[in-house]
């Protein structure tokens, strides 16, 4: 699986749902993978003795095409990265990873399936899922590991990111840095890692008695890298209203941050000259962008880490008490955000 990846340019959780015929891979993607196997000879071993090789079998499953996660999510370039750090703690523990990925709109067939091909444990990538829907997969599912949100009333195991620490992080360096008049961009996908980021942005801007303006507050798709129409059109605006233009933009992930700064240096803003831009997730591409990108670092890998961890406690003892692990962020501070000057117009 791993050299077929690195022929076919993809994860190896691309190349499990390829040769298992699971539905999470693009029409051209999973031919191109079959093309590869057959052309070298590779063969997949099928479940039973798969799971005859190795009895500890981690199951990760995805619901896609629900909210933000898409139905090739691997190749995003957040959960790309967090199935890499998941991957390599499997290698590491000597367990076999298995991937599964479940159309919401078939939910119900999908978690039948995985519940007759019953693994080890399971990791429940829960980014769009509501507490509802967690709620009756762990029914389902006992002793399920939910990653990337959380709802402390649900006696299930959890491993999120500190979403409120890290978007008050983002506020506290924006005033620190002189900054007064502020924006900021919301994604139109509300969820739970959402929610607090605002909640700890807001959080920071009462603090240091700074006020956003409802006009300075936009909301835009978030998982699009291009130059969104939509958000040039809410900056241009903004800009025509002839009320002050923000110095900074706060943006709730590094998706639509990416898409700011295109935006921004469309309309003529020099970035961070005229407008400083910060993010949040510190994915690969954050550094790609010009300027490189300021932005809160998410530990993907002590988030893999962690749910591996569950994992392997849970099979030396059963707990009637779930766990729930909230992972700090940091930020990390690059070429697209500046200090104000005491005498700049803000």
């Not at 699986?1 to 999973?30: C, I, W, Y």
């Not at 070298?40 to 079998?57: F, I, L, V, W």
């Not at 990873?97 to 039948?112: C, D, N, P, V």
């Not at 639509?256 to 003529?268: D, M, P, T, Y």
Request: charged fraction near 20%; glycine fraction near 8%.
């Amino acid at each position: 699986m791993e050299e077929l990846a690195r022929l076919a340019g993809v994860s190896k959780g691309a190349v499990s749902l390829a040769l298992n015929g699971k539905p999470g891979v693009g029409p051209e993607t999973r031919g191109r993978i079959l093309r590869l196997a057959e052309t070298y000879g590779y063969t997949g071993r099928g479940k039973a003795a798969a799971a005859e090789a190795n009895p500890t079998t981690l199951r990760f499953l995805v619901f896609t095409n629900a909210g933000l996660v898409h139905q090739e999510y691997y190749q995003q370039p957040f959960f790309r990265e967090l199935i890499h750090h998941i991957e390599e703690r499997c290698r590491m523990g000597g367990y076999s990873l298995m991937f599964s990925a479940i159309e919401e709109k078939h939910y119900e067939q999908g978690i039948q399936s995985v519940m007759e091909e019953p693994t080890s444990g399971v990791i429940l990538l829960g980014t769009s899922l509501d507490a509802a829907r967690i709620a009756n997969i762990a029914d389902k599912l006992p002793g399920l590991i939910v990653l990337d949100t959380c709802f402390d009333a649900l006696p299930v195991h959890f491993v999120e990111i500190n979403n409120y620490m890290g978007a008050y992080q983002a506020g506290t360096y924006l005033t620190g840095h002189g900054h007064r008049s502020i924006g900021y961009i919301a994604s139109e996908e509300r969820i739970h890692n959402f929610g607090e980021r605002q909640r700890g942005f807001m959080d920071a801007m009462a603090e240091a008695q700074v006020e956003i303006p409802r006009s300075s507050l936009l909301a835009v798709p978030p998982t699009l890298f291009s130059s969104q129409g939509p958000l040039r059109d809410k900056l241009q605006r903004l800009k025509d209203s002839g009320q002050p233009f923000p110095t900074a933009f706060f943006c709730e992930c590094d998706y639509i941050a990416i898409s700011a700064i295109k935006a921004l240096s469309e309309l003529g803003f020099s970035i961070p000259e005229d407008v400083s831009v910060i993010g949040f997730d510190n994915i690969n591409e954050s550094q790609i962008v010009t300027p490189e990108l300021t932005t809160v670092h998410v530990e993907k890998e002590q988030m893999a880490a962690w749910a591996v961890e569950l994992f392997t406690a849970s099979l030396h003892r059963q707990s009637a008490v779930s766990t729930k692990v909230k992972v700090d962020t940091l930020l990390i501070e690059r070429a697209s955000c500046r200090r104000l000057e005491p005498s700049a117009d803000q």
